[in-house]
């Protein structure tokens, strides 16, 4: 049988490598997994020219990951509201002439969005998932894909949280011209794309 379990740092970026070191040294608690990226990363690829918007930048893993599969006409906006852990991304991805860095909350910034203007949107905030999630799903094109992480329980979970992950999932599941699929991969996805009807 062969190994399906292979090591998904395999196809990492370097400035990915740096940036998860400079993560630990901060001792940031919320980064996105590497198998999360790598997913992420073969996503992009299927959007030439696409346009795609992470909510929550933190110190710029899951970016790093975006921009090593997207091509040189995508582009990409990272939006976070701690300038602190954005400033790690902009050190090490901010030459990169197809990111844009943004620090504004990210409810108030997809709302000033024109609808259906984004090829992908990786949701790893409140906004945009548990917040706003119609205004979300509103701004992703035909075609277009929707990412939620972090659907898998975890020990930090604040209380009230799991209700909602469970309410998330459930306005997701069966949804009238989108195709959902949730998956057990690295914190556990929600992936939801918009069908063109
Ligand atoms: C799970 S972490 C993001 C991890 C990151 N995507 C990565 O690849 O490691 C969530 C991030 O959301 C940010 N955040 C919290 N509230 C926010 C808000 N209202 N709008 C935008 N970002 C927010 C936090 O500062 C934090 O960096």
Redesign the pocket.
Known sequence: MPALDRTPETGAPETWRRIAET?ARLG?D???EPR??AFLKMLAAAKPGGRML??????????A?LLAGMDADARLTS????PD??AVARAELGDDPRVEFVI????A?LQRQTPASYDLI?A????GKY?GLEDALARVRPGGIWIG??MLLQGNWPDGHEARVAGLLQALQGREGWAVVEMAWASGLVVAVRRKL
């Open positions: 993560t940031f919320m980064p996105s999360t990226g992470e909510l929550g930048t933190g110190t710029g893993l899951a970016t990951w939006v976070d509201v701690a852990l954005q504004e909350d990210g409810l910034f990786f790893d905030a409140m906004p917040e992480d972090d």
